[in-house]
């Protein structure tokens, strides 16, 4: 067993200061989280895209607000960092159409379906070209600091994502 001693940054100055032996068997059990963030993360890019390009600039805060809080609610949080296999892909692409419509936006079934299967080749293609595991860290707390600036004027959502950042220094050390 070896230990490492790794000094993580996000782009906004979150500080992760690691140290833990490598060899867990359970690692597997903390996936969920880690996929679950940036496949909320990806989401939120897209629907800011095409919130800009479709010029509603003024109900952007707004949507952000209401999907962001609905991912981020203390009672997900706290089931989402339990140790627990995946969700099966209709249970998650299920889950994240009900995150979607949870503000005053709607997609149809078509927007829908090109929504989710955008997050999955996006979250795939960053997954295969992390050389190590810790890149996955980086880029959900990547995720995790875009998703923070989208809400910062909301104290509640902030403290929520403060939340998260909490439990992924709990499950990484």
Excluded: W
Aim: hydrophobic share 40%; aromatic share 8%; net charge neutral.
């Amino acid at each position: 067993m070896s230990i490492a001693h790794i000094k993580v940054r996000s782009q906004n100055s979150f500080h992760l200061d690691i140290t833990r032996e490598i060899a867990s068997l359970e690692g597997h059990l903390f996936a969920l989280p880690i996929l679950f963030i940036n496949l909320g993360g990806e989401m939120m890019y897209v629907i800011e895209h095409r919130l800009r390009a479709q010029g509603l600039e003024d109900r952007m805060d707004k949507v952000m607000q209401d999907v962001i809080g609905t991912i981020f609610r203390p009672r997900i949080i706290d089931e989402l960092f339990k140790p627990q296999h995946l969700l099966s892909e209709s249970s998650m692409r299920s889950l994240f159409q009900k995150l979607a419509h949870a503000s005053i936006m709607s997609l149809n079934q078509e927007s829908m379906d090109k929504l989710l299967d955008l997050m999955t080749m996006t979250v795939k293609y960053q997954v295969f070209n992390c050389r190590y595991p810790l890149e996955m860290i980086y880029c959900t707390l990547n995720h995790l600091d875009y998703m923070r600036d989208l809400v910062k004027h909301s104290e509640t959502i902030s403290n929520s994502l403060r939340k998260v950042y909490n439990h992924i220094e709990r499950v990484i050390i």
